[in-house]
């Protein structure tokens, strides 16, 4: 039984939120502004003649430090602005140390540190705690950070600490929530050729730092499956320990006090563990090379070129980022004016001096262009990084350029909190305190003559890369035209491994606890044999939703046709789609389905509650048992279900998969079942309460259940009339 698909109808024709607007107000009549004389006109400056200040230097704010007796340091920074108190522990962690059978080992921890609980209580134990107070305590990991951090009122800070502390010191991964975060990031696998500037940016990316090196690999199903709850505490235990992390603190307390809470709260935690190896180093040295990723779908070429960058302690950087900004920084730059002022041909264009703390970035140039022009443009691309490196840039657009840089600090360190920030972040990578002042001075420095010199020195277009994206049948020219052979890029997605984690007999047991599902719920010959349904029903969105009540009907036909129609509080809704493609009738005309709603849609079909009962039936599916009452369920594209059942009776008891929605980020949804009705010998859930990210939305109840009653393609296809309330 398909539940979401309306939820992404009522966000797409805006009436989910949708409120009677305020009556509104008459503006009072304004007289006329004086028109301007000769006079004024002359008091006022022309905006050329205008002077400013030079920019004084990034004040540090006063930061109080300590080692505490259990090796943690503390860095504390009173802030009496609000009544907030904020903190974070930086961990010297990342995925960089992931296991190459086990890539995305560090991601699923820093996700499952926090929504797995703790020791003492669930991760929805602690949603509830914090919310009640309004408060928060999250968690993560990156490629060479890991974090953990909370955010209260001041006067609930203690257990805000309290859970804080435990999140960080006895995370228990609990199993249910390491299938949730399994299930998002196989989710995020099988999309990643969505978009082909992504695709662009990240072949490029892998493709410099090398693909078998930890900055160059990828996950994929594979090395997810094989991550284990005990995969995930071995990973803690080795990383978090108390000489391992920095905790910074900021907000409304008193320094001496605030101290000493910590010191206590954190007197027992005094787990001991050899130093942290230091991040791997960056070896490859790609010789350059251009590189197609065929994607027939797109009218348009993304492209991403350049090469290995530096690191921001070279001191070179600051004459780099000056010249990247005038190469192809904002709609002046030299890049922009050229291929999409001039030329026409770009729809964007971009260029960045990629720097890091600790190992080089990357120099790239990226942007999309029309198919008909691809190779033009790159080659106009190329030339233009030419004449950078033989002829100095003029003094308009060193000056334009410093001062953007200039400006841009002010509002990198416009606050105590972010300036805290960047102070630890210069610690934990081993930078000078004083970094940005000297980065300050460097930028105001920065000549002509430096910009040649660093162009002539760092700039390497004989040995570019470059990854395009796009469909080479539209292409004005091949891209071997550009004087290099083409290396094609190989964006096939290897298929989920089958069988739960990789243990033998999984699938077997999977298709054994499916066969008893199967049977509870009318017999296998009956489910297979539903062509069609046609099925009444109300939603009823919480209050945080929308406190909506929707009547819908369905209608379904085999293998993928599907009608939905709604009444709403705001009006009547109609979708259709095919399984490839479809449309959508609100109040306020008709759009096609496609991008996230067809997406959505596409997964809901998949998800059809008698045809999950049959997923052993089904092509291009793969069942494998992960505990005795679960069954993950990896579809074609990639995406990953898991049904759980009730051990008493057999039928399905809750589903949870991921959702793709249509004005935010993907969430993991979870529909339970319950009050099973004969249907024609099928057991049916006449009850479904959805859960988002863990939250209730909303509660389905069904009225009426029909199968196979003869559904007619064309009815199912019917748009309503024009103007059809």
Same mark, same amino acid.
């Given at each position: 039984?398909?539940?979401?698909?309306?939820?992404?109808?009522?966000?797409?024709?805006g009436l989910?939120?949708?409120?009677?607007?305020?009556?509104?107000?008459?503006?009072?009549?304004?007289?006329?502004?004086?028109?301007?004389?000769?006079?004024?006109?002359?008091?006022?400056?022309?905006?050329?003649?205008?002077?400013?200040?030079?920019?004084?230097p990034?004040?540090?704010?006063?930061?109080?430090?300590?080692?505490?007796?259990?090796?943690?340091?503390?860095?504390?920074?009173?802030?009496?602005?609000?009544?907030?108190i904020?903190?974070?522990?930086?961990v010297?962690?990342?995925?960089?140390?992931?296991?190459?059978?086990?890539i995305?080992?560090a991601?699923?921890?820093?996700?499952?540190?926090?929504?797995?609980?703790?020791?003492?209580?669930?991760?929805?134990?602690?949603?509830?705690?914090?919310?009640?107070?309004?408060?928060?305590?999250?968690?993560?990991?990156?490629?060479?950070?890991?974090?953990?951090?909370?955010?209260?009122?001041?006067e609930?800070?203690?257990?805000?600490?309290?859970?804080?502390?435990?999140?960080?010191?006895?995370?228990e991964?609990?199993?249910?929530?390491?299938?949730?975060?399994?299930?998002?990031l196989?989710?995020?696998?099988?999309?990643?050729?969505?978009?082909p500037?992504?695709?662009?940016?990240?072949?490029?990316?892998?493709?410099?730092?090398?693909?078998?090196?930890?900055?160059?690999?990828?996950?994929?199903?594979?090395?997810?499956?094989?991550?284990?709850?005990?995969?995930?505490?071995?990973?803690?235990?080795?990383?978090?320990?108390p000489?391992?992390?920095?905790?910074?603190?900021?907000?409304?307390?008193?320094?001496?006090?605030?101290?000493?809470?910590?010191?206590?709260?954190?007197?027992?935690?005094?787990?001991?563990?050899?130093?942290?190896?230091?991040?791997?180093?960056?070896?490859?040295?790609?010789?350059?090379?251009?590189?197609?990723?065929v994607?027939?779908?797109?009218?348009?070429?993304?492209?991403?070129?350049?090469?290995?960058?530096?690191?921001?302690?070279?001191?070179?950087?600051?004459?780099?980022?000056?010249?990247?900004?005038?190469?192809?920084?904002?709609?002046?730059?030299?890049?922009?004016?050229?291929?999409?002022?001039?030329?026409?041909?770009?729809?964007?264009?971009?260029?960045?001096?990629?720097?890091?703390?600790?190992?080089?970035?990357?120099?790239?140039?990226?942007?999309?262009?029309?198919?008909?022009?691809?190779?033009?443009?790159?080659?106009?691309?190329?030339?233009?990084?030419?004449?950078?490196?033989t002829?100095?840039?003029?003094?308009?657009?060193?000056?334009?350029?410093?001062?953007?840089?200039?400006?841009?600090?002010?509002?990198?360190?416009?606050?105590?909190?972010?300036?805290?920030?960047?102070?630890?972040?210069?610690?934990?990578?081993?930078?000078?305190?004083?970094?940005?002042?000297?980065?300050?001075?460097?930028?105001?420095?920065?000549?002509?003559?430096?910009?040649?010199?660093?162009?002539?020195?760092?700039?390497?277009?004989?040995?570019?890369?470059?990854?395009?994206?796009?469909?080479p049948?539209?292409?004005?020219?091949?891209?071997?035209?550009?004087?290099?052979p083409?290396?094609?890029?190989?964006?096939?997605?290897?298929?989920?491994?089958?069988?739960?984690?990789?243990?033998?007999?999984?699938?077997?047991?999977?298709?054994?606890?499916?066969?008893?599902?199967?049977?509870?719920?009318?017999?296998?010959?009956?489910?297979?044999?539903?062509?069609?349904?046609?099925?009444?029903?109300?939603?009823?969105?919480?209050?945080?939703?929308?406190?909506?009540?929707?009547?819908?009907?369905?209608?379904?036909?085999?293998?993928?046709?599907?009608?939905?129609? %709604?009444d709403?509080?705001? @009006?009547?809704?109609? #979708?259709?789609? !095919?399984?490839?493609?479809?449309? =959508?009738?609100? *109040?306020? /005309?008709?759009?096609?389905?496609?991008?996230?709603?067809?997406?959505?849609?596409?997964?809901?079909?998949?998800?059809?509650?008698?045809?999950?009962?049959? %997923?052993?039936?089904l092509? @291009?599916?793969?069942? #494998?048992?992960? !505990?005795?009452?679960?069954?993950? =369920?990896?579809? *074609?594209? /990639?995406?990953?279900?898991?049904?759980?059942?009730?051990?008493?009776?057999g039928?399905?008891?809750?589903?949870?998969?991921?959702?793709?929605?249509?004005?935010g980020?993907?969430?993991?949804?979870?529909?339970?079942?319950?009050?099973?009705?004969?249907?024609?010998? =099928?057991?049916? *859930?006449f009850?479904?309460?959805?859960?988002?990210?863990?939250?209730?939305?909303?509660?389905?109840?069904?009225?009426?259940?029909?199968?196979?009653?003869?559904?007619?393609?064309?009815?199912?296809e019917?748009?309503?009339a024009?103007?059809?309330?």
């Amino acid at each position: 039984m398909r539940n979401t698909f309306i939820i992404a109808l009522l966000s797409l024709s805006g009436l989910l939120a949708q409120t009677a607007p305020p009556p509104a107000r008459p503006t009072p009549a304004r007289p006329p502004a004086p028109r301007p004389t000769a006079a004024t006109a002359a008091a006022v400056p022309a905006y050329k003649n205008l002077k400013f200040p030079a920019l004084k230097p990034i004040p540090i704010p006063p930061v109080d430090s300590v080692a505490l007796p259990n090796g943690m340091r503390l860095y504390l920074l009173e802030d009496h602005e609000l009544p907030v108190i904020n903190g974070a522990a930086r961990v010297r962690t990342g995925n960089l140390f992931d296991p190459k059978d086990k890539i995305g080992l560090a991601t699923i921890t820093g996700m499952v540190m926090r929504t797995g609980g703790t020791r003492t209580k669930t991760g929805d134990e602690l949603d509830k705690a914090l919310e009640d107070i309004a408060a928060s305590v999250e968690t993560g990991i990156g490629e060479s950070s890991g974090s953990v951090s909370f955010s209260s009122l001041k006067e609930n800070v203690d257990p805000v600490l309290a859970i804080f502390h435990d999140v960080m010191t006895q995370p228990e991964f609990r199993q249910d929530r390491i299938d949730l975060a399994k299930n998002q990031l196989h989710s995020s696998i099988a999309r990643r050729n969505d978009d082909p500037g992504s695709i662009a940016q990240r072949e490029y990316s892998d493709i410099l730092y090398g693909k078998d090196s930890p900055y160059g690999w990828q996950m994929e199903h594979a090395t997810v499956d094989a991550i284990t709850r005990a995969d995930m505490l071995a990973f803690h235990q080795r990383y978090f320990f108390p000489s391992n992390i920095m905790l910074a603190v900021w907000g409304d307390f008193d320094t001496q006090e605030m101290k000493a809470r910590i010191q206590k709260l954190f007197a027992d935690w005094t787990v001991k563990q050899q130093p942290v190896p230091e991040f791997p180093k960056v070896t490859s040295k790609t010789a350059g090379g251009t590189y197609l990723a065929v994607k027939s779908d797109t009218a348009q070429t993304f492209f991403s070129m350049g090469h290995l960058g530096g690191m921001l302690n070279d001191k070179d950087y600051p004459a780099l980022s000056i010249l990247s900004a005038i190469l192809g920084e904002g709609g002046q730059s030299r890049l922009f004016q050229l291929v999409r002022t001039k030329m026409g041909n770009a729809y964007n264009i971009s260029a960045d001096w990629g720097a890091n703390y600790d190992h080089p970035g990357l120099f790239e140039i990226s942007g999309s262009t029309k198919s008909a022009s691809t190779v033009e443009t790159l080659r106009a691309v190329q030339q233009e990084v030419d004449r950078i490196r033989t002829t100095e840039v003029t003094e308009d657009e060193l000056k334009a350029a410093k001062d953007t840089a200039l400006n841009s600090l002010v509002f990198a360190f416009d606050s105590r909190t972010k300036t805290l920030g960047r102070i630890l972040t210069y610690e934990y990578y081993g930078y000078p305190k004083d970094f940005i002042q000297q980065y300050q001075k460097a930028l105001g420095e920065v000549t002509r003559a430096d910009v040649l010199r660093v162009a002539k020195s760092h700039l390497d277009p004989e040995h570019f890369t470059i990854v395009a994206v796009g469909n080479p049948a539209l292409f004005d020219q091949p891209l071997d035209k550009l004087g290099k052979p083409v290396t094609p890029v190989d964006l096939n997605i290897p298929a989920p491994v089958k069988g739960s984690l990789g243990v033998p007999g999984a699938a077997a047991a999977g298709r054994g606890m499916l066969a008893r599902a199967q049977i509870a719920a009318g017999g296998l010959d009956k489910l297979t044999a539903i062509k069609d349904y046609t099925q009444s029903k109300e939603i009823n969105l919480v209050a945080a939703a929308g406190g909506m009540r929707v009547q819908l009907r369905d209608q379904w036909m085999d293998p993928e046709h599907f009608r939905e129609d %709604s009444d709403t509080p705001a @009006g009547k809704i109609s #979708a259709y789609c !095919d399984g490839q493609q479809g449309w =959508i009738f609100t *109040p306020q /005309g008709e759009t096609p389905l496609a991008g996230p709603q067809l997406t959505q849609v596409q997964g809901d079909l998949s998800r059809l509650y008698f045809r999950l009962l049959i %997923s052993d039936r089904l092509p @291009g599916r793969s069942i #494998a048992a992960e !505990d005795p009452e679960t069954v993950a =369920i990896a579809m *074609p594209t /990639g995406e990953v279900v898991h049904l759980k059942f009730d051990t008493a009776t057999g039928l399905p008891w809750s589903i949870t998969y991921p959702a793709v929605h249509v004005s935010g980020p993907e969430m993991e949804v979870q529909d339970t079942f319950s009050d099973y009705r004969d249907v024609n010998g =099928i057991k049916v *859930p006449f009850r479904i309460v959805i859960r988002q990210g863990g939250e209730k939305f909303a509660d389905v109840t069904l009225k009426d259940v029909k199968f196979n009653s003869g559904l007619n393609l064309a009815d199912l296809e019917q748009k309503p009339a024009p103007g059809a309330k």
